[in-house]
């Protein structure tokens, strides 16, 4: 069950008298509760009819303005900071480069793709030998043995 807040409570919250933990609690209360979003929205209406009127808006608002041109100029000035020659693009471009010729004129590419090419060449080599292949190879050895053995007892 939910408690509601009378208007006293919500005219205290918008006058700022209450402590942090209670504004808390009433913040967080009137996400969940549509009634006492009315009833502070009444009390900010109430609120609204003791604050001074302005009596020359278009100064007040220019002098809003001028505020926060002058913040956004600050703001800019900030952002303008010059980044160290380090931190540029061009600098990483530069070292990329530079370390590509270097790895090339010390035949590092050379040496990958030689290496590539044996590994390609043996994967090609496995994989064209079929097991009837292996099989014919290996009696042809199997027959060549015999063959030799005989003509060595022959020759003694």
């Known amino acids: 069950m939910t408690t509601h807040y009378s208007i006293d409570h919500w005219m ?3 006058k700022d008298e209450l402590n942090d933990t209670e504004r808390v609690l009433l913040e967080n209360h009137l996400y969940t ?8 929205i009444e ?3 109430k609120q609204e009819e003791t604050l001074p009127s302005i009596s020359d808006e278009a100064a007040f608002m220019n002098d809003i303005m001028k505020k926060i041109s ?10 303008e900071k010059k980044r160290p020659f380090y931190q540029s693009s061009i600098f990483h471009y530069a070292i990329a480069a530079s370390l590509t ?3 090339m ?4 590419f050379q040496s990958i793709i030689k290496h590539t090419d044996t590994i390609q060449k043996a994967e090609i080599s496995v994989k064209q030998q079929s097991k009837t292949d292996g099989l ?3 009696t042809f050895a199997w027959m060549d043995s015999f063959d030799g053995s005989k003509k060595e007892d022959f020759k003694k």
Do not use: H, P, R, W
């Open 105 to 108: 004129s010390a035949g590092f």
């Open 12 to 14: 205290k919250y918008v």
């Open 33 to 40: 509760c549509d009634q006492c979003l009315e009833l502070y």
């Open 136 to 138: 014919v190879d290996k």
């Open 43 to 45: 009390a900010v209406d």
């Open 70 to 79: 002058n913040e956004n100029m600050v703001i800019e000035k900030v952002t």
């Open 101 to 103: 010729l270097i790895l």
